[in-house]
């Protein structure tokens, strides 16, 4: 009883909005729709870049990877985790035979700058160089650690992919590295789709 009434009560109100002239009309739509508009949802939300890559060779020649990408951070991000793992078979069993001299064909070495340092030749925010093996890792950051503006991700890498007549002496070196930002988006209810946001970066904007 108290839904039918409410409705009915809502269709009078927009009957005599509609008797009444001009903007007067139609702020009294406009305050009406207002007042009945579900409130914005605020979810976090991920973004995720990076690069993975199988490297193949079936040479003595290591192949050379390299690549980079710009993030865009602003106030609004409240962390920064980045994924690092390198695979490098048999990497031990050479280094013992021939010392360290392979680390310089088959690494992988990632980082991560915050603006304008690497142009003026300053340090990284983050760096991981594998030569050997590295299982899966992660590195977080709060919000305290991150400023706004373009950060730099990039990697550097070589190795080696041999596909043997044996499948047992087949190796292929690889590695894959990603960030993750973390950062608040808005849902509005009756223009957005439930998987659809707008990020409160752009709202500010």
């Known amino acids: 009883m108290t839904s039918t009434r409410a409705f009915g009560l809502a269709l009078s109100i927009l009957m005599l909005s509609t ?17 009945i508009r579900d409130e914005p949802i605020v ?43 390198a695979q490098f078979p048999y990497s031990s ?3 013992e035979l021939v010392g360290n001299e392979t680390n310089e064909y088959r690494y992988a070495h990632a980082k991560i700058w915050k603006p304008g340092v690497r142009e003026s030749g300053g340090e990284p925010f983050w760096e991981v160089k594998a030569t050997q093996d590295f299982p899966q890792q992660k590195f977080s ?24 007549p044996i499948d047992q002496a087949s190796f292929y070196d690889h590695f894959d590295t ?16 439930l998987d659809e ?3 409160l970066s752009d709202l500010q904007s």
């Open 43 to 85: 979810r976090n939300t991920e973004e995720t870049v990076g690069f993975d890559y199988t490297f193949e060779s079936n040479s003595l020649d290591s192949v050379l990877y390299t690549n980079e990408t710009i993030i865009d951070f602003d106030d609004t991000i409240s962390q920064l985790v980045i994924d690092f793992r």
């Open 197 to 199: 946001c707008t990020y």
């Open 178 to 193: 990603y960030a993750t930002i973390t950062k608040p988006c808005i849902v509005f209810p009756e223009s957005h789709d």
């Open 141 to 164: 950051f709060p919000q305290s650690d991150l400023i706004s503006g373009p950060w730099i991700f990039e990697v550097e890498a070589r190795g080696y992919g041999v596909t043997a």
């Open 93 to 95: 069993v050479l280094d």
């Open 19 to 35: 008797t009444l002239t001009g903007c007067l009309g139609l702020a009294v739509q406009r305050e009406f729709m207002e007042s």
